[in-house]
């Protein structure tokens, strides 16, 4: 858990056992790599991250210089091993509908088929989740010629109960756009609400038997307080801000998420997929650079949260590095807090 205040600079972290984990390490060097969704295909870890380069776009609070063209894949055999670069499994100028910046993504497997749900804008500047399906979980993946339809905003997590549905998780303020909507349909002049109002919320919907669609109406996924209130737009030390990931521990639903201009991963905790979900405390402490994105997986019998950082690039936000570090839990369920400069 932790107290907060208005400002980032007053956050008291009461953390109940801080992780003494070995540090983290950086798993390539080649490229400048993000926002990494890691899963287990045929017992390999396999990891989706986004790809930065310089494009030479100038830094803005809407992300325009996060101006991403294509994803690469990244396989390893075991965590200390060595990481395969599968190359190139989709390009911006193979989607018939996007026009720029290719953000975070996520893959799902059902059936021995292979789902890359990723986040772009149309030619119209907005939004949208899109599809690409694959035979192998390297790729290549082949677009869909439209965007799911219905969706909107970013950062897609695409999560499997164990009764074999499929939900998907989406949303981010800011440049994400999210503000700009309520109860799935645009509005005029979108801003996020006032402080005292409840919170902008991520997105969460079952997905369709194709995997291709939503199967039921988007809603809102609701993060409440220890006194069951709903967190508060101000509260921005624990406000969903990006970066929905969902993962299951001990029959319990844990999400995770980016508060964005605090740079803080935090978690919730929840007994179904849709919530609510109680907030827990932070996950991940500030790391160097503007934004802070994770997946959080098992591997070979131990936890692994995956992040990146802007160490290798000397600070400079838009170009990013992938990293993983173990991630444990105390006995009650909690999660260790990491140091993020560790």
Partial sequence: MCLYTSGHSSLIYLQRIKNTMKEAKYLVKDLYTADPSAHVFNDKLYIYPSHDFESGVPENDNGDHFNMRDYHVYSMDSIDGDIIDHGVILDVDEVPWASRQMWDSDVAEKDGKYYLYFSAKDYNDIFHIGVAESDTPEGPFIPLAHPMRGSYSIDPCVFKDDDGDYFIYFGGIWGGQLQRYRNNKAIEGGAEPADQEPALNPIV??????????????????????????????????????????????????????????????????????????YQGVILTP???????????????????????????????????????????????????IEGTK
């Avoid at 709903?230 to 990006?242: K, T």
């Avoid at 521990?249 to 609510?276: E, Q, R, W």
């Avoid at 160490?311 to 807090?337: H, Q």
Wanted: charged letters at 25%; proline letters at 4%.
């Fill in 205 to 278: 919907a079952k997905l369709s038997d194709d995997m291709l669609e939503f199967a039921e109406e988007p809603k809102q996924l609701l993060i409440l307080d220890e006194k069951g209130n709903p967190l508060l737009a101000g509260d921005h030390d624990r406000r969903f801000f990006e970066a929905s990931w969902m993962h299951k521990y001990k029959g319990k639903y844990y999400f995770s998420y980016s508060t964005g201009n605090t740079h803080l991963l935090c978690y919730a905790i929840g007994d179904s997929p849709y919530g609510p979900f109680t």
């Fill in 287 to 337: 790391v160097l650079g503007w934004t802070t994105h994770h997946s959080i997986c098992a591997f070979k019998g131990k936890w692994y949260l995956f992040h990146h950082d802007c160490v290798p690039s000397g600070g400079k936000t838009w170009l990013r590095s992938m990293k993983v570090v173990e991630l444990a839990y105390n006995d009650d369920g909690t999660i260790k807090t």
